[in-house]
């Protein structure tokens, strides 16, 4: 069983930065398979990014590659998303994600096995 829960959303302008932070319960978090995804108002939740327990391996979508950048730190389990040169569009609610399989994140969301209660990003022009 993995609790997920997020932080650091909020409202910000077209070309900033932002943090999001997902704290992690349950003792196999380690080696689990994490991801990001969005939802925007009217649209279905979509794939951001995935990153497997080892670290090694990371997978984003095209529409944040190159901006986004997802990491972990399993000592303190918790998963981050930097956001760079955030756009209008990148407006969303934004989940964490986890599942014992890779393949599961990146083909989800039905896939996927945990998700946290979401937070929201706000980016004005």
């Known amino acids: 069983q993995v609790q997920l829960v997020e932080s650091g959303g909020g409202l910000v302008q077209a070309g900033d930065s932002l943090r999001l932070s997902c704290a992690a319960s349950?003792?196999?978090?380690?080696?689990?398979?994490m991801g990001w995804f969005r939802q925007a108002p009217g649209k279905e939740r979509e794939f951001v990014a995935a990153?497997?327990?080892?670290?090694?391996?990371?997978y984003y979508a095209d529409s944040v590659k190159g901006r986004f950048t997802i990491s972990r730190d399993n000592a303190k389990n918790t998963l981050y998303l930097q956001m760079n040169s955030l756009k209008p569009e990148d407006t969303a609610v934004y989940y964490c994600?986890?599942?014992?399989?890779?393949?599961?994140?990146?083909?989800?969301?039905?896939?996927?096995?945990?998700w946290g209660q979401g937070t929201q990003v706000t980016v004005s022009l």
């Open positions: 349950g003792r196999t978090f380690s080696s689990y398979t």
């Open positions: 994600a986890a599942d014992p399989i890779w393949s599961a994140v990146v083909t989800g969301p039905d896939t996927v096995r945990y």
């Open positions: 990153i497997r327990w080892s670290v090694a391996s990371t």
